[in-house]
């Protein structure tokens, strides 16, 4: 599976995981362009703890998106560099009707698409 956007089809970076969180499966990823065109900052800024369910509304929170953090370790004589994330109860989720939405409608914003 690459790291296209769910949004745009195009290469999402290292930027958040689209994970189902019954599965605890990444299913798609989600560039930062779509992320700001759709959401604005409320993602790297809200703060999610104790949040139960969608972060956009009262529905269960079935995809959870976290950011994919990078980190660098020395291996020997080399300097291995890797990212990963991690889904905790400080991770923002979304319903599957946001999710939805936002895959089978992208954002419409210029942004997204350059």
Known sequence: MGH???????????NRAVVD???????????VNCERAEFGRSLER???RGVDGCAFCDRDGFYALPQWVPDCRRDDAALVSTVAYEVTEATATVCDEHLHALRDDPPRDDRARK
Not at 4 to 14: D, F, H, L, T
Not at 21 to 31: E, F, H, N, S, Y
């Open 21 to 31: 969180t019954v599965g605890g499966v990444r299913v798609g990823a989600l560039c």
């Open 4 to 14: 296209r956007c769910i949004a745009c089809g195009e290469p999402a970076g290292y």
């Open 46 to 48: 809200g703060r999610w």
